[in-house]
T-cell receptor, first 112, second 114 residues
Framework: DSGVTQTPKHLITATGQRVTLRCSPR?????VYWYQQSLDQGLQFLIH???????AKGNILERFSAQQFPDLHSELNLSSLELGDSALYFC???????????FGSGTRLTVV | DQQVKQNSPSLSVQEGRISILNCDYT??????FLWYKKYPAEGPTFLIS?????DKNEDGRFTVFLNKSAKHLSLHIVPSQPGDSAVYFC?????????????FGKGTKLSVIP
């Protein structure tokens, strides 16, 4: 157990729908990073939150959004889903700098 | 535009021999490099890292070499064990960006044959 909890583990939904993925960071970690891993691709950085504030954005689609709550858990919202959004979505948390940069086990999203 | 490239999708090695996984990068701003190991149905697990001010870092059976002029790094595993069979990702970051976002390669699947 890495200490980073992602729910749900699996999600199957239809095109056009909206889903929310949840990430609970390790205790004390202020940073949460979201990554997407599509078929045969490396992990692509989506967005970084630090203590409730957006710190950096990667190639995140406008249909996707995220937030980090006061208890430091984070949610990634994916809307108007398309078949191409099927992927593994990972979050990672870290303390100061790179200290303890740890990934969760991911959410597998399947859009049908 | 892929800034971190792992050109070998797969590698098979006999148990006890050396495994060498390679990674190339194009962005000269990258100043920190990491290797992650990933088993199916699990998240990536940190293995070893190296700062751009060094050319070698060793941790037990794992050694990472960095050649800045060639923008190339490699991970050596000696001796290789069956439990090392996994997908290995090379990642890079620019520490001055204000965010430790990682840029990953596509991974190399290592199979260690008993």
């Amino acid at each position: 157990d890495s200490g980073v909890t992602q729910t749900p583990k699996h999600l199957i939904t239809a095109t056009g729908q909206r889903v929310t993925l949840r990430c609970s960071p390790r205790s004390g970690d202020l940073s949460v990073y979201w990554y997407q891993q599509s078929l045969d691709q490396g992990l692509q950085f989506l967005i970084h939150y630090y203590n409730g504030e957006e710190r950096a954005k990667g190639n995140i689609l406008e249909r996707f959004s995220a937030q980090q709550f006061p208890d430091l858990h984070s949610e990634l919202n994916l809307s108007s889903l398309e078949l191409g959004d099927s992927a593994l979505y990972f979050c990672a948390s870290s303390g100061q700098g790179l200290y303890g940069y740890t990934f969760g086990s991911g959410t597998r999203l399947t859009v049908v | 535009d892929q800034q971190v490239k792992q050109n070998s999708p797969s590698l098979s090695v006999q148990e006890g021999r050396i495994s060498i996984l390679n990674c190339d990068y194009t962005n000269s701003m990258f100043d920190y490099f990491l290797w992650y190991k990933k088993y199916p149905a699990e998240g990536p697990t940190f293995l070893i890292s190296i700062s751009s001010i060094k050319d070698k870092n060793e941790d037990g059976r794992f050694t990472v070499f960095l050649n800045k002029s060639a923008k190339h790094l490699s991970l050596h595993i000696v001796p290789s064990q069956p439990g090392d069979s996994a997908v290995y990702f090379c990642a890079a970051l620019y520490s001055g960006a204000g965010s430790y976002q990682l840029t990953f390669g596509k991974g190399t699947k290592l199979s260690v044959i008993p």
